[in-house]
Nanobody, 121 residues
């Protein structure tokens, strides 16, 4: 089985910073794309940032210049450094990874349980 576990959410004032982590564990052969998504109350889940195993991160326009995604392939871990947070960044943040559990298996999407980020004005 594969698990994605997020951590690092919380309550912060506008202009503050938080760092989210997402650790993948279990029967993992390889991980392709990893990404962060968020879902605010009453809104659809949206992509925040994502990166392939050897590529450069891509960001939603709303977070460019404020958020930085990084990845430690040796630890199967991904991070999201969020600076200059705004109230509109308030959401549940989810990590997703495209994981192959065996060389002969296809890639499957796995999701974390989500972590709440609340930015007060």
């Amino acid at each position: 089985q594969v698990q994605l576990v997020e951590s690092g959410g919380g309550l912060v004032q506008a202009g503050g910073s938080l760092r989210l982590s997402c650790a993948a564990s279990g029967s993992i052969f390889s991980i392709n794309t990893m990404g962060w998504y968020r879902q605010a109350p009453g809104k659809q889940r949206e992509l925040v940032a994502h990166v392939t195993s050897g590529g450069f991160p891509n960001y939603a326009d709303s977070v460019k210049g404020r958020f930085t995604l990084s990845r430690d392939n040796a630890k199967n871990t991904m991070y999201l450094q969020m600076n200059n947070l705004k109230p509109e960044d308030t959401a549940v943040y989810y990590c997703k990874a495209d994981i192959r559990t065996h060389w002969a298996q296809p890639l499957y999407d796995y999701w974390g349980q989500g972590t709440q980020v609340t930015v007060s004005s």
